[in-house]
């Protein structure tokens, strides 16, 4: 053959083995090692630093690397950590390949993030395969630790399902408000859609009754008018409106439907958490709203208000968000179970599954699926969140 | 006939793609490289089909199409909802085959009428195809909706992969170099050329077309066992923009052009991961750079050819 096939094959075979190089490292994980009192250990942030939702994964890698350092800061640290942090574009496929890195090459005990349900998703098969805990802080979709009918033994979760948001405040709306026929809109996402649906059952099951199918009643991310929508359901009869989205739609839909002479009490879950929503809707017309959250920004509690100062004054005000504090306590939590185990791998996993934290949205436990059990706060619009209705757990 | 395919050309071609396996095999089941850069290697070896199926389309045929992502789409989602019931081989193979006849039917569909529109309008209109696709798995039960089908079995191995790929590039090369293909490329250089010339130009359009979607579904296919979990907006207008970028980085009509450029993209996209502020700047400077200094691509319509060396050598001795 060729002299000249054979320099290309060579040369070709020099230039991968010279990256394989680069690559090598990494290994077998799956067992995890004893730590001792001062090690450096690594911990991972998997996050949407760029593309469509790089606002929310920003906020949590900020949280996280704020809640490292001041661990590190404090006196009786256990440990020295280190944060290595990757970019995953909000993409499910690179998220997997993200998640990988940090387990393979950069060996971290546990990881945060990422701040998405489908991302979040697209880690858990890896990590359980090599033990590495993946801690999600906004993973919300429903059934997004469970692989079928088991759970991902690496995957957990620090904020409540979707679904438990709408059952939340359904039971909220029919014995505590004491409504009796709702109306029900939905954006068609799978945050919208989850929602809604739970909202309904339980809704019906505290003998309450839905005017409308969610068929009619759902709308687009995007959209700005809702006139249609709002006019079919001005001429039927209804007591609460739920609206299952986010505040860019949500506000809207206040305005138009106060406009429109709806006067209805008009509930939603965290979606609204937004001053903008206050902007869209108008002050006015945010008489009689409410929302489910996991925390009250208008009313923080002494952690909170901590935290919030130190990150302020880190990054800016305007990154700040419910996220922010969600991943903090995700930080929190690993650390406080890889003290508690003094391993990382199986031990850690373990550690986490019997935790019992005490963070700044909340204390909980994890139930079977990974997923903490606690109470939703239900939150009066027009304060903006300065005022705490009710803390409800769902029976 | 059988002296034509084992000729030394061919020979040269199947050394060089054992040789590639058998070395990037090595590197991986001896774990050499850590599986951070195998998922490198697998993610490269996808596009290369989704590249080399695209450029059938846009390089060969000269029909602008921006709907990539959705044969894709239909190709992943077959696979992923038919691999859920049946987590095995047999099971991926049926899911291609599925995602393979209902590609083949959306995009005679979609072509039969589209490829009589030109240039922007056909790229319109194959966009809107692709954003239709995407709607409708959105708003499926058995697909899952906007929520996307999670716990799907892992399945593609590399020796799958590798081999899918070889195939795809094979049927490409030798459809551009058999009469249909002979007829595309009329068809890209002078549509109304061709058709003096007596060629059914509707015909060779929609046959390209066909095939770089059957390609492309495979690959849609791969990519949903090779990563878990797969979401509708995986499938967006993003992900055809991409393959695109891949046929016009390595040069239109040239085939090693579209492998080249999926590997060094590949690779770039991982070097600059650690980099997430400054990534989409360099990929974008690349881009434009690539664009000012050589508007034909890496490599314009060259190909590498062994056929051409070969004869060279001869011709020198």
């Not at chain 1, 009869?237 to 609206?243: R, T």
């Not at chain 2, 909706?145 to 593609?156: D, H, R």
């Amino acid at each position: 053959m060729s002299k000249k096939f054979l320099k290309v094959l060579l040369s070709s075979a020099m230039t991968v083995s010279m990256l394989a190089a680069c690559g090598s490292g990494g290994g077998a994980g799956g067992s995890g090692s004893e730590l001792a009192e001062g090690d450096t250990v690594k911990i991972g942030g998997n996050f949407e630093l760029s593309g469509d939702v790089a606002s929310y994964g920003t906020a949590e890698s900020n949280a996280v690397e704020l809640a490292i350092k001041m661990y590190n800061e404090s006196e009786d640290a256990k440990y020295k950590l280190e944060y290595v942090s990757v970019d995953n574009k909000g993409d499910a496929a690179e998220s997997t390949t993200a998640a990988t890195k940090l387990i393979e090459e950069d060996q971290v005990a546990f990881i945060v993030g990422p701040a998405t349900s489908g991302a979040s998703i697209a880690t858990y098969q890896v990590a359980s395969d090599s033990s590495v805990p993946v801690i999600s802080p906004s993973a919300t979709q429903i059934n997004a630790t469970m692989n079928g009918d088991e759970v991902y033994p690496s995957a957990f979760r620090i904020c409540f399902e979707d679904s438990y948001q709408g059952a939340a405040m359904a039971q909220y709306a029919a014995k505590d408000m004491g409504k009796k026929k709702a109306a029900v809109l939905a954006e068609t996402s799978d945050y919208g859609q989850g929602l809604a649906n739970q909202f309904i059952e339980t809704f019906e099951a505290n003998g309450g009754e839905v005017i409308n199918s969610l068929k009619d009643g759902s709308y687009n991310a995007g959209d700005t008018d809702f006139n249609a929508i709002l006019t079919k359901l001005s001429e039927k009869d209804f007591d609460v409106l739920y609206v299952a989205g986010y505040y860019g739609e949500a506000g809207l839909i206040i305005k138009q439907a106060r406009e429109m002479g709806i006067d209805a009490t008009i509930v939603g879950a965290d979606g609204f958490d937004s001053t903008v929503l206050a902007q869209l809707a108008g002050k006015e017309n945010l008489n009689d709203v409410f929302f489910t959250t996991a925390i009250a920004s208008g009313a923080p509690t002494e952690a909170q208000e901590e935290f919030k100062k130190a990150y302020i004054e880190e990054y800016g005000e305007d990154a700040l968000n419910m996220f922010s504090y969600l991943a903090y306590d995700s930080v929190m939590l690993g650390i406080q179970a890889l003290e508690e185990a003094g391993a990382t791998g199986p031990a850690l996993q373990e550690a986490l599954e019997k935790a019992e934290f005490d963070g700044l949205t909340g204390s909980f436990t994890f139930d079977e699926t990974h997923t903490p059990v606690k109470s939703v706060l239900v939150i009066d619009a027009a304060t903006n969140g300065a005022e705490t209705n009710a803390e409800v757990t769902v029976k | 006939m059988s002296k034509k395919i084992l000729s030394k050309a061919n020979l040269c071609w199947m050394a060089l793609s054992v040789a590639v396996y058998i070395l990037l095999s090595v590197l991986i089941n001896f774990r050499i490289i850590s599986s951070y850069y195998t998922i490198t290697i697998y993610n490269i070896l996808i596009n290369i089909i989704l590249a080399v199926s695209l450029n059938l389309i846009i390089g060969i045929c000269g029909q602008f199409s921006l709907g990539h992502a959705g044969f894709m789409c239909i190709g992943a989602y077959s696979a992923g909802v038919i691999t859920k019931m049946m987590p095995n081989l047999g099971g991926l193979f049926l899911g291609v085959l599925v995602g393979m006849v209902i590609s083949t039917v959306a995009a005679l569909i979609v072509s039969v009428p589209t490829l009589r529109l030109r240039g922007d309008y056909l790229a319109i209109a194959t966009l809107g195809f692709a954003e239709i696709i995407r709607i409708i798995v959105m708003n499926m039960k058995i697909t899952n909706g906007a929520a996307g089908l999670s716990g799907i079995p892992k399945l593609t191995t590399f020796t799958l992969l590798f081999i899918c790929m070889v195939i795809s590039i094979i049927i490409v090369c030798n459809f551009t170099r058999s009469a249909p293909g002979r007829a595309c490329i009329s068809i890209r250089e002078d549509e109304i050329a061709s058709e003096a010339m007596g060629i059914n130009t509707t015909k060779y359009k929609v046959s390209a077309f066909i095939i770089g979607a059957l390609l492309a579904s495979l690959a849609g296919a791969l990519f949903a066992c090779n990563f878990y979990v797969i979401k509708p907006t995986q499938f967006n207008f993003n992900r055809s923009i991409d393959i695109l970028v891949m046929v016009v980085f390595g040069g239109m009509g040239s085939m090693t052009s579209s492998v080249i450029a999926a590997i060094v993209i590949g690779f770039l996209n991982m070097i600059l991961q650690n980099f997430s502020n400054l990534r989409m700047i360099i990929y974008g400077v690349a881009l434009v750079s690539i664009m000012i200094f050589k508007p034909t691509g890496l490599l314009g319509t060259r190909e590498l050819s062994f056929e051409k060396l070969l004869k060279r050598k001869e011709r020198k001795s």
